[in-house]
T-cell receptor, first 117, second 112 residues
Framework: NAGVTQTPKFRVLKTGQSMTLLCAQD?????MYWYRQDPGMGLRLIHY???????AKGEVPDGYNVSRLKKQNFLLGLESAAPSQTSVYFC????????????????FGSGTRLTVV | GNSVTQMEGPVTLSEEAFLTINCTYT??????LFWYVQYPGEGLQLLLK?????DKGSNKGFEATYRKETTSFHLEKGSVQVSDSAVYFC???????????FGAGTTVTVRA
């Protein structure tokens, strides 16, 4: 099925380790986003991209880096994992047709559950 | 800045009961409003949306009306089913922006 694919689905890291989460979309969407979901806090935007080769900081960018070398991929990196980064990470993409367009909306991946011990 | 406030959960209901989840917002501009649903183990899916005042979004028996005067977008369903058990998120996006701001989410459990 077309959509947003995240890998891996689960991961346990030790404090200080690094890892990269991969997000791939096959809908030719220009915009891609990384969110983290924590209990009682909803989804908070980490970083986002408005096109190939671009990235920007969101609400909670500290401790994360991103890259968008290809339009279909958006990578989220943790250089030195901390227990505070234990969370569920969601990638999303969107086609910017204007908010009044019936096609406007996000497509989400199924998430990556990350535990840092 | 933009923010969304949802009623706290969890909410537990019996099948065929009436469901309301309150959502209010603060926005600097004239936002579009959304409800997303997250079923267990899955990502978020768009449930419904409204882009201007007095618009009513509807899908799968759920409805929500954009009330500018009360800055609200409450979600309702007249008769819930066990399959409606999920986490529901209210969200908004400014028309000048493409980023969504989410509420904290409300967990709904429907018992047979």
């Amino acid at each position: 099925n077309a959509g947003v694919t995240q890998t891996p689905k689960f991961r346990v890291l030790k404090t200080g380790q690094s890892m990269t989460l991969l997000c791939a979309q096959d809908m030719n969407h220009e915009y891609m986003y990384w969110y983290r979901q924590d209990p009682g806090m909803g989804l908070r935007l980490i970083h986002y991209s408005v096109g190939e080769g671009t990235t920007a900081k969101g609400e909670v960018p500290d401790g994360y880096n991103v890259s968008r070398l290809k339009k279909q991929n958006f990578l989220l990196g943790l250089e030195s994992a901390a227990p505070s980064q234990t969370s569920v990470y969601f990638c999303a993409s969107s086609y910017w047709a204007g908010q009044l367009s019936p096609n406007y909306g996000y497509t989400f991946g199924s998430g990556t559950r990350l535990t840092v011990v | 800045g933009n923010s969304v406030t949802q009623m706290e959960g969890p909410v537990t209901l019996s099948e065929e009961a009436f469901l309301t989840i309150n959502c209010t917002y603060t926005a600097t501009g004239y936002p579009s409003l959304f409800w997303y649903v997250q079923y267990p183990g899955e990502g978020l899916q768009l449930l419904l949306k409204a882009t201007k005042a007095d618009d009513k979004g509807s899908n799968k028996g759920f409805e929500a009306t954009y009330r500018k005067e009360t800055t609200s977008f409450h979600l309702e369903k007249g008769s819930v089913q066990v399959s409606d058990s999920a986490v529901y998120f209210c969200a908004l996006s400014d028309r000048s922006d493409y980023k969504l701001s989410f509420g904290a989410g409300t967990t709904v459990t429907v018992r047979a």
